[in-house]
C-alpha cells in the first residue's frame, strides 16, 4: 500500500474548524495575500471572518478551495 495521503475533503468540517485550520497554517497575513477579503487584512478575527463568510458565498468557496489545496 502507497504512503500517499488522502485528498482533504469537507466533509464533517464546520466551517470554524477549517478557518481554524488555515489560520494556524498560514497565519493572517498570509491568508489575506492569498484571498483578498477585508476580513482577512483588516482586524481580522475568527468571529468577524465566520461571519461574513456564512453570508458571502464566493469568498466562502475561495476559503473552502484554499483549504482543500492546504499541504498537510
Known amino acids: ?3 500517499q495521503q488522502l485528498p482533504r475533503t469537507l466533509d464533517g468540517i464546520t466551517l ?3 478557518l481554524t485550520q488555515l489560520v494556524a497554517h498560514y497565519g493572517w ?3 489575506g495575500a492569498m484571498v483578498d477579503i ?3 487584512t483588516i482586524d481580522p478575527s475568527i ?3 465566520l461571519k461574513f463568510l456564512r453570508k458571502t ?3 466562502r468557496n475561495k476559503v473552502e478551495e ?3 489545496n492546504m499541504p498537510a
Do not use: H, V
Open 1 to 3: 500500500m502507497s504512503n
Open 16 to 18: 470554524e474548524a477549517l
Open 29 to 31: 497575513e498570509k491568508m
Open 38 to 40: 477585508k476580513c482577512f
Open 47 to 49: 468571529k468577524s471572518s
Open 57 to 59: 458565498p464566493w469568498a
Open 66 to 68: 484554499l483549504y482543500l
